[in-house]
């Protein structure tokens, strides 16, 4: 069904100027070099992400500006300027040193939204140490798998998380320190390799060497899941501070007396290009809530803290069609002037239904943990197409490549969702996968693993996933992850994932599943099978439904058929079946 466009004009979002006021022209004109003049390097050229972010406004009327508006899950509030956040990290980094972690260091953190997270990853840059955040939601597997892949020397986390970490601790030799954050004072004995926070806060200055980092030095690592194999580590470096820092202005539209709200973690990309990097780059507030959604809640966050600028997922947005317009006239939400959502398709229901009920439409913008920042966006200036992804950000050239990645298509046709390779954010590795990473690109282009259309007018429409990666609330699930899970359950004798389409998330995980002889199918079995997957894994990485059946339909080679798996779930074609399995 097609969508009438939501022209600028029925939008009441003029009272702010937007940074971006001719998208033609901006893109005509534009030149990195012109963002690289608001930022502020080293004099040798370095550039630290930490330093960008929070310590030069220390030297600006910045300083004492609130950076972070903290609402914890029980109501607590508290506030921190640059300067409280610069003084802080710099407290950590000096921390980091005594205990001999150097420039280079994988340092995670696994832990949920609370200041001392975000205190510890810019400490963590300050001295060139490269940063993995991870969902507290993680279970020992996928923390193992994790750490384990980059071999992480530090870890901070918390009394009840450490105890998942303690599971597998065996398996990561490399980890040699635990840093203990205990904000909430419950008792708790350190183990070995593991210190206080606190006590390591206490006694460390305030004044720190920010380590002179390279352009090109590693400074982030994120974890995505790909078709085969365990997740891989995306690595950003320290110039990727310039996508971010020019997309949360021109995309996100963020002025300097912007209240602005990031719903992501930090363990998801989004959680740190634009729920760290993007806004405070900006010198701009932001609010970070440690709860998890609600609608009440979300609404009691938008009005306490007078959120101009909202920055979430269309699964969250669908939730919130869901409870309905009643939560939203029992709050005040007139602040808010700006939505973005990102992450999945954005239904064009979800823009219709944002711009009806709360006033404002949720401007929809694509891009990847591997490009680092946003790529193709609707923009304040633009007329909204509903169900489009937008145009591509200045500096970036998105195509449409034809089945062998070879020929550009025309306007209108399917194909694979490319970019021309090359700009600031982009991701330079996987870590260790060299020949993965070159294998996702062609000639010039990078490509994206989704397929999408192009129109006339240069506006993206997203078709699907070109691979078997599931997108379920946003989180990318590679099946192999979940297979190799569920295998080791005793009864499992094979697994085959797919994603099956749902309303609210947009997929949820089916796993098919044949058992070792001397067992047989029950609802018991399928529950403790369920149970055990939820342990090694990330709730959301769970199968929601489990069928058992006698064999999977594989490949001559081997290889499970999670394609003719789906098409058979769905009724769909079976395409071409030639390399079954006899
Ligand atoms: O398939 C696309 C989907 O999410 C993938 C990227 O996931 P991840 O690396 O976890 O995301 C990082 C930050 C967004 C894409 O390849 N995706 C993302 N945004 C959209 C989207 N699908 C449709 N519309 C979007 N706006």
Redesign the pocket.
Known sequence: MDYEPIRKTEINETAVRPNLLDYGKARQGFGWEDINKELDRFDDGGINIAYEVVDRHVKTPMKDKIALYWEGKNGESEEYTFHDLSKLSNRFAGALRNLDVRKGDRVFTYMDRTPEQYIALLGALKIGGVIGPLFSAFGPDAVKDRLGDCEAKVLITTPRLVNTVHEVLDDLPALNTIIIVNRRGVPYDLKDKEFSYETLMDAAPEEFEIEKTHAEDYAII?Y??GTTGKPKG?VHVHEAIMGHYATAKYVLDLHQDDIYWCTADPG???GT?YGIFGPWSNAVSQVVYEGGFGAGHWYRVIEKYKVTVWYT??TAIRMLMKSGEKPVRKHDLTSLRYMC??????NPEAVLWSKEVIGLPFH????????GC?Q?ANYPVQDIRPGS??RPFMGVTPTILDDNCEKELPPGEEGH?ALKAGWPSMFRTYWNKKELYESRFKGDWYI???RATMDEDGYFW?V??ADD?I?SG???IGPFEVESALIEHPAVAEAGVIGIPDPLVMEVIKAFVSLKDGYEPSDELMRDIKKFARKKLHAVACPRKIQFIPGLPKTKSGKIMRRLLKARELGLPEGDTSTLEE
């Open positions: 994120h995505t899941s995306v998801w990309v989004t290009s997922a269309p959502s990102v992450g999945e398709p954005l929809d913008n694509w891009w990847q943990t591997e490009t946003i193709i992804m937008g969702l994206t693993g989704d997203f699907g996933r990666v997108n946003g989180h990318l």
